[in-house]
């Protein structure tokens, strides 16, 4: 039995709810040269990968122009960027949350997907930045999610052994990183779930365990 010292946020799905500007932003890419991903391939395949993975899948299946990429991916962060700019904005339930653990000294940090200027100005404009010791995106790492690798250096930078770790994670992918890194690991399904007493709750069943 581990004394839980520090929870590990993935961003989209659980602290910012991202996933369908990501999709949206995407497709509007992709439609430009006439492809798409469906929803129902999104939500089963795609869902939390880098855009960089989703778009080398998309030459294997769909024989998308590996040439495209670079142009697809560019795009694809400017139309999610203008998103963010409209639509993130503070949430109280996660301000809250964040804000009481770290002042019961849990250790907080963001372990995401995505590239580095998206998780900054996400935090920023969500107001959690100031909670988290530090945050790691896509391009801190070699390997993405479904890999551990980004949790792997996140517990790492904490100096921290996995089981005194929480990761708080929503998609297939992710939770598959999560647990190879062998954290102890937070199930949510929408970032509502993502509230103080949830975080509790479940850092209590890890140290009794």
């Known amino acids: 039995m581990s004394k839980i010292k520090a929870v590990i946020f993935d961003m989209d799905g659980v602290l910012i709810d991202a996933k369908e500007w990501h999709y949206e932003a995407l497709n509007k890419a992709l439609g430009l040269f006439g492809y798409e991903i469906s929803r129902y391939e999104h939500l089963v395949t795609y ?5 960089a ?3 080398s899948m998309m030459t294997l299946e769909k024989q998308l122009p590996k040439g495209l990429h670079k142009y697809i991916n560019a795009l694809k962060q400017e139309y999610t960027m203008e998103k963010i700019f409209v639509n993130c904005r503070p949430l109280f339930v996660h301000e809250y949350a964040l804000s009481r653990l770290k002042s019961e000294g849990y250790r907080l940090a963001v372990a995401s997907n995505s590239i580095r200027a998206t998780v900054d100005i996400m935090m ?3 107001s959690l930045e100031r909670y988290l010791e530090f945050s790691l995106s896509n ?13 792997n250096v996140a517990i790492s930078r904490l100096g921290l052994d996995p089981s005194e770790c929480l990761i708080v994670e929503d998609n297939k992918n992710g939770l ?16 509502y779930d993502v509230n103080y007493d949830n975080i509790r709750k479940n850092i209590d069943r890890c140290e009794v365990q």
């Not at 869902?47 to 855009?51: E, F, V």
Request: net charge neutral.
């Open 47 to 51: 869902d939390g990968l880098p855009t």
């Open 53 to 55: 993975d989703k778009l």
């Open 124 to 126: 920023q404009k969500a």
């Open 139 to 151: 391009q801190d790492v070699k390997k993405a999610k479904p890999d551990p690798e980004i949790y």
């Open 176 to 191: 598959a990183a999560a647990a190879a890194s062998g954290a102890n690991v937070m199930k949510v399904e929408t970032v």
